[in-house]
């Protein structure tokens, strides 16, 4: 199993370009989350889905557009980077879980994409 | 809404015990979670707490859980420069898959 694959790694865009940040599992996860990670700020939730075809809006979704076509993929669109769109960015995978023994949301992380909006 | 909050920095001698603090505001968290993110990396799960257990003991981790408090916290025990990484707590409320993190806490372990 490879768990939750990020790419690329790193990135560097140049202020009003586009870009797709790609995250596939292949743990059969009904949930995906993207969160970005800023000094001091902790993660913060950018959008998520609980199954393919759903997806919603998480703490700061301005600026970014998600789609679940397939359970495995999750990817993220910047539509016209800024600088503040400067982060590192992580996607997550849980399992929803039938019962309650199993509803404990654990996420499992990717290692995470490093953009710079210059 | 909810809010998590934990110390920026904690640093400690090898060998010592690491004692990492949170606080949160939600009383209905059903789970409560420590993440590791050791550098360049994503999270990892260290451990997770029931909201009706109190203590939960795995090996050198130690998490209490002060309901009334809302109060979190991680031991390490016999703390060791491979434990130098962020930490992070986290709580959910069950239902949906969404998690509130903290801040995180660096820790750094010196010889």
Redesign the interface.
């Known amino acids: 199993n490879a768990g939750v694959t990020q790419t690329p790694k790193f990135q560097v865009l140049k202020t009003g370009q586009s870009m797709t940040l790609q995250c596939a599992q292949d743990m059969n996860h009904e949930y995906m989350s993207w969160y970005r990670q800023d000094p001091g700020m902790g993660l913060r939730l950018i959008h998520y889905s609980v199954g393919a075809g759903i997806t919603d809006q998480g703490e700061v979704p301005n600026g970014y557009n998600v789609s679940r076509s397939t359970t495995e993929d999750f990817p993220l669109r910047l539509l016209s980077a800024a600088p503040s769109q400067t982060s590192v960015y992580f996607c997550a995978s849980s399992y929803r879980g039938g019962d309650r023994s199993l509803a404990k949301n654990i996420q499992y992380f990717g290692a995470g994409t490093r953009l710079s909006v210059l | 809404g909810e809010d ?1 909050e934990q110390s ?1 920095f904690l640093s400690v001698r090898e060998g010592d015990s690491s004692v990492i603090n949170c606080t949160y505001t939600d009383s209905s968290s059903t ?1 409560l ?1 420590w ?1 590791k993110q050791e550098p ?6 260290l451990t ?1 707490i029931f909201s009706n257990m109190d203590m939960k003991q795995d090996q050198r981790l130690t998490v209490l859980l002060n309901k009334k408090d809302k109060h979190l916290s991680l031991r390490i025990a016999d703390t060791q420069t491979g434990d130098s990484a962020i930490y ?1 707590c986290a709580e ?1 409320p ?1 239902g ?4 509130t ?4 806490t660096q820790l750094k372990v010196e010889l």
């Open positions: 998590v920026l789970y979670y993440y360049g990396a994503g999270l990892q799960l997770y992070f959910y069950g949906g898959n969404k998690l993190f903290g801040t995180g």
